[in-house]
């Protein structure tokens, strides 16, 4: 009877190893993901905003640096964007 709780104790601590490593490895890259999708959504907000830009001439360059900053910080960061670009 001790032989089989011990196998169970072994088998359950394989089981929670292996999904402590996992947890490990899929974390990063569920930021990584996060990151990503955001940045592809500022790139679209960009080329919306600049479509609609045309009529007033205002224009952001769509490239990957303003693509991340408005992914990273959203509204501020596309406002800030925009200020700077004005006062250059």
């Known amino acids: 009877m001790g032989a089989d709780i011990g196998?169970?104790?072994a088998?359950?601590?394989g089981i929670m190893l292996?999904?402590?490593i996992s947890w490990l490895f899929v974390k990063p890259l569920k930021f990584l993901?996060?990151?990503i999708l955001n940045s592809l959504l500022?790139?679209?907000?960009?080329?919306?905003?600049?479509?609609?830009?045309?009529?007033?001439g205002v224009y952001i360059g769509v490239n990957e640096l303003t693509s991340l900053i408005i992914g990273l910080l959203g509204i501020p960061?596309?406002?800030?964007?925009?200020v700077v670009n004005l006062l250059v």
């Open 7 to 9: 196998i169970v104790m």
């Open 11 to 13: 088998y359950s601590a």
């Open 18 to 20: 292996i999904f402590m």
């Open 33 to 35: 993901g996060k990151l």
């Open 42 to 56: 500022g790139a679209l907000f960009l080329i919306v905003f600049n479509y609609f830009g045309q009529f007033t």
């Open 77 to 82: 960061g596309f406002v800030a964007i925009l």
